[in-house]
């Protein structure tokens, strides 16, 4: 399956964005999709998970009440809408698949995946 992120750009604090993630060459329903983000001199950071189903989903406690992470699997694609944002939520975004079990190894704080797209930057200013 191949990936796709969009949507990022410069937005206030306090302003929402909302990131696509777009698969192609598969359907997306057979995966977990996962956001995760970097900025810059920061390691990698997972933000927001949603199983292949769409009933469970994970976020890093510093984005809950602010991100929702959702799936329109008729339209093979993942979003992360994002609200209230901040300055330190300025990084590069990306979207990442794999099988059932990176659901969980996600929620337990693994970094592992089978897939990845390109990341979508965003910026929040102050």
């Known amino acids: 399956v191949q990936l796709q992120a969009s949507g990022g750009g410069l937005v206030q604090a306090g302003g929402s964005l909302r990131l696509s993630c777009a698969a192609s060459g598969d359907a997306i329903s057979n995966y977990a999709v996962g956001w995760f983000r970097q900025a810059p001199g920061k390691e990698r950071e997972f933000v927001a998970a949603?199983?292949?189903?769409?009933?469970?989903?994970r976020y890093v406690d510093s984005v809950k009440g602010r991100f929702t992470v959702s799936r329109d699997n008729a339209k093979n694609t993942v979003y992360l809408q994002m609200n209230s944002l901040k300055p330190e939520d300025t990084a590069d975004y990306y979207c990442?698949?794999?099988?059932?079990?990176?659901?969980?190894?996600?929620?337990?704080?693994?970094?592992?995946?089978?897939?990845r797209g390109q990341g979508t930057l965003v910026t929040v200013s102050s």
């Open positions: 949603v199983e292949r189903n769409g009933d469970s989903r």
């Open positions: 990442a698949a794999g099988g059932r079990s990176y659901f969980y190894i996600w929620s337990a704080g693994g970094g592992q995946y089978e897939y």
